[in-house]
């Protein structure tokens, strides 16, 4: 299993190992005759982050494979919707 870059990892690495993810996760998708999204929400414990995510889940015929890949994540701050009631 190869090993993600970690903070210590400088900046040009981190870049060059991102770029091999994203060509080796396109090669995957576009081997797939069929792909099913699916978006997915999430809260920390504390409430103190929200997240949103996008899973693709296809089967490989090459491998002759289920796989499941997470293309997105985006993080949403704390927000917090103050209800007023007018009588």
Not at 64 to 84: T, V
């Amino acid at each position: 299993m190869a090993l993600l870059p970690s903070e210590d990892t400088p900046s040009t690495l981190k870049w060059i190992v991102f770029g091999l993810l994203v060509a080796k996760m396109k090669g995957f998708l576009r081997r797939a005759n069929k792909i099913a999204l699916a978006a997915d929400i999430g809260t920390k414990k504390a409430m103190t982050e929200s997240f949103l995510g996008m899973t693709a889940r296809f089967y490989d015929p090459e491998t002759k494979a289920m796989h499941s890949m997470k293309i997105a994540c985006r993080s949403f701050p704390l927000h917090i919707r103050r209800l007023e009631c007018t009588s």
